[in-house]
């Protein structure tokens, strides 16, 4: 999202196409998984309470809160034009709604194990559906994730048999913005340069389409990338090393144009994110998942480039270690190149 509007959380429709790799999720969508049903085995997890605002009125106007929402990218003057537009909901978008109300249960679920996994407070918050004047999913601080159901039907079309994952998938996405956000209340601090501003997008979305990829982008057993995540990788790596090559020295007005593409847009193009994301589940087969994600968490923008150094070409560990030398970040303990893992033995 564009630095501009950094002051939200406004977080970029991804093209979260596929289901989430969460093994709690994934068991629970086995089940049936009815609102009504008491079949949703919590696992352990202690689920935070999500409630459902339903923004569109029966006259097809919305209510205030979904434009306190829009107005986040689109200003207060058009989100106010817009939810008083009558768009009553289409059948598609109907249904879609009716995903995100059944299977709330199960968004809780998985939100009270994504905020597990990162060692994180869970936190209760309001998903507001909506279908006007956003991407499919976005959030606002500090509690309200908003749901364009209009848009995942112009985008998927009726909801299908992986529906429910997708929605499950997207929601996690938002939420886990909304906990990275509580924990770095100092976020913008954290942001000072362009390639601190670029480092802290991409820990921020990669750890969120860690989240919210489906499973063919995930590894196997041995933590050997998926076919399909292989040849991203090949493709985006360099893009990777030289949008923050030239962002370690860029100036305000190129930064933005370098920026292009880093979590936002077409989702196998998403240069920044992405790689992080894939990165990461490698990390996460070979080191075990919660270690490995609560010090990602702890490094956050310094994670990037340790997760690069450790699993991008080999060929681009000069680059990435003189970007290290920037950030004053190179780290010399287990999380260099080769054996062990990025979360030291006492992380672990
Ligand atoms: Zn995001």
Redesign the pocket.
Known sequence: ?PVANERIIV??S?RRNLPGIVTVLLALAAVSCDRQSPAIDRQGVNPPEISLHLSVREDGTATPLWASGIAISIGGDAATALINEKRPLTPEASAWQQVLSDYLPLVEVRAGAVAELFDVPAMDVVVVAGNRGSSD?F?WIPNHIGINVQAFADTYGSPDEGATDRMVRIVA??Y??LLTYAAYPNHRELRQTPLDRALWTIF??GI??YV?VSRRWLPDEQGNYSPVAADTLSALEPVFVERLEKLATADEQTEQELRAGI?MGKFDRKWG?LPVALWLHSEVRQCGEPNTLRTVFRLERGSVLMLALRHASPEFRPAIRALQDRTGRRQSDAAGVGAGCLATPRDR
């Open positions: 999202m977080l970029e991804i999913g959030g996405h938002e886990l913005h921020f979305e969120g389409d919210s979590s994110s």
